[in-house]
């Protein structure tokens, strides 16, 4: 579930900041605008459901790639010492 909600979250501001710094459709911000909000209340929830540390739970807070970030945060770290 957070995979998918950030992946939305951030699409959905990049296409809105681009409508916005482009042609500036209405339509595409109204329809874009709760999807995005939407997408970041899922990423809080999610990340909240899914783990118990601090770390990745304040990482969801940032708007736009928090959900990225706690996606990444949360990955196991793999050996750096490989033969």
């Given amino acids: ?16 900041l681009v409508n916005l710094a482009t042609v500036h ?3 595409v911000a109204t329809v874009l ?3 995005h909000g939407c997408a970041y ?8 459901a899914e783990t118990g540390q601090i ?6 807070l940032i708007p736009g790639i ?3 970030l706690a996606r990444r945060s949360l990955r196991p770290v793999a050996s750096t010492a490989r033969q």
Avoid: D, F, N, Y
């Fill in 55 to 60: 770390r990745p739970r304040l990482l969801a």
């Fill in 33 to 35: 605008g709760p999807l």
């Fill in 25 to 27: 459709v209405q339509p």
């Fill in 66 to 68: 928090g959900g990225v």
């Fill in 1 to 16: 579930m957070l995979k998918l909600a950030a992946r939305v979250e951030l699409l959905s501001l990049l296409v809105l």
């Fill in 41 to 48: 209340l899922v990423v809080i929830g999610a990340t909240i």
